[in-house]
Nanobody, 114 residues
Framework: QVQLVESGGGLVYPGGSLRLSCAAS????????MDWVRQAPGKGLEWVSR????????TYADSVKGRFTVSRDNAKNMLYLQMNSLKPEDTAVYYC???????RGQGTQVTVSS
C-alpha cells in the first residue's frame, strides 16, 4: 500500500531554514508527480509546491516562491523541500502527497517563532 513518511520539521527562528524529507513506498515513485501541502492551525489545507515525476518541472505557491525549493531523488524514492527565509506564517504541519491525490503521511510539524 502507499506509504508516505515525512520528517525534518522542528522549531526555527524567523529567517531560518529547514529541509523536509518524504520517504515514499508502495507505488512506482518515479511515475508520479509529487506535491507538498500544509495545514496551519485552524486553517484548511494549502498547496505549497509540485514537482514532476522526472523532477524537471517545479511549481510553487506565491507565498513560498523564491524561498522554498522542491526536489526529488527517484533512485531513493525520496522527496525533499528546502525551506529558507522562514516566516511565522509558514508554521504548519507539512505533508507530501502524490499530485494525483490520495493518501498523505502523518505530516511533520514546522514552527517558526522567536
Amino acid at each position: 500500500q502507499v506509504q508516505l513518511v515525512e520528517s525534518g520539521g522542528g522549531l526555527v527562528y524567523p529567517g531560518g531554514s529547514l529541509r523536509l524529507s518524504c520517504a515514499a513506498s508502495g507505488f512506482p515513485f518515479s511515475a508520479y508527480g509529487m506535491d507538498w501541502v500544509r495545514q496551519a492551525p485552524g486553517k484548511g489545507l494549502e498547496w505549497v509546491s509540485r514537482i514532476s515525476n522526472g523532477g524537471r518541472t517545479t511549481t510553487y505557491a506565491d507565498s513560498v516562491k523564491g524561498r522554498f525549493t522542491v526536489s526529488r531523488d527517484n533512485a531513493k524514492n525520496m522527496l525533499y523541500l528546502q525551506m529558507n527565509s522562514l516566516k511565522p506564517e509558514d508554521t504548519a504541519v507539512y505533508y507530501c502527497t502524490r499530485s494525483t491525490g490520495g493518501s498523505r503521511g502523518q505530516g511533520t510539524q514546522v514552527t517558526v517563532s522567536s
